[in-house]
């Protein structure tokens, strides 16, 4: 019998947080292992190159990711299947990995070697901040869900319009989307904390891995941003 993780037991409620941290932690492992598997191969290189020379490439690639992103959500939130979750898990690990490839190409190749640690050291940081203020507070940031969906279409939008346009989405964006990401995390571990069941740890490490990733794409990019005008 599942129950929400608010209303367990404590020791349950401990095991549900610690697997869903730990499934996360394996994510980030999963993710950052392929990255360097394609980098030191070379297979990065060839996608980045692919992407970068055929035009408008990034929409297939943006178009893919939406589309596997709920593939995966849909396949980590069916409880009855162990199998099935960590199936969707790995799928959109997958897709984050190969729509990072053209960022991260950029990093390595074009910019100082401290920008891609950097960034990561940030996300980091700001990741562990959030999370206890979350976790400090116990407040129920359910109430971001309906902004963080109108936002992230608004900026899906400004996205899509500056591919088609061929307006650069600058500094500030960037910026913006850190704070949307943030958010993300606040309401990801706020649902952690008050809304899934006990079950839901590989849904959970889902959903904060996505927000990690985008707060991770956005640090970065404005890393490569500033040392670009150095």
């Given at each position: 019998m599942t129950t929400i993780v608010s209303q367990a037991a404590p020791n349950d409620r401990q095991q549900f947080i610690q697997k869903t941290y730990l499934h996360l932690a394996g994510a980030v492992a999963l993710f950052t292992g392929l990255e360097i598997i394609l980098f030191v191969t070379g297979a990065a290189d060839a996608i980045a190159s692919l992407i970068f020379a055929l035009p408008?490439?990034?929409?297939?690639?943006?178009?893919?990711?939406?589309?596997?992103?709920?593939?995966?959500?849909?396949?980590?939130?069916?409880?009855?299947?162990i199998q099935?979750?960590?199936?969707?898990?790995?799928?959109?690990?997958?897709g984050q990995v190969l729509i990072f490839v053209p960022l991260l190409f950029i990093a390595v190749n074009f910019t100082s070697p401290e920008v891609l640690p950097s960034a990561a050291i940030l996300t980091g940081l700001l990741f562990a901040g959030l999370t206890t203020v979350a976790f400090t507070t116990k407040a129920d940031f359910s109430f971001l869900g309906s902004i963080l969906t109108i936002v992230g279409f608004v900026a899906l939008g400004m996205i899509i319009c500056s591919m088609i346009f061929g307006f650069k989405l600058g500094i500030f964006f960037s910026f913006a989307m850190i704070i949307f990401a943030s958010a993300a995390i606040l309401?990801?571990?706020?649902?952690?904390?008050?809304?899934?069941?006990?079950?839901?740890?590989?849904?959970?490490?889902l959903e904060l891995f996505a927000s990690v990733a985008l707060l991770f794409w956005y640090v970065l990019r404005i890393l490569i941003q500033l040392n670009g005008r150095n």
């Open positions: 408008f490439s990034w929409f297939a690639v943006l178009g893919g990711f939406m589309l596997l992103g709920w593939l995966a959500r849909q396949m980590a939130s069916r409880t009855g299947s099935t979750q960590y199936m969707g898990l790995g799928l959109y690990v997958l309401y990801d571990t706020s649902n952690i904390i008050h809304h899934y069941t006990t079950d839901q740890y590989v849904a959970a490490s």
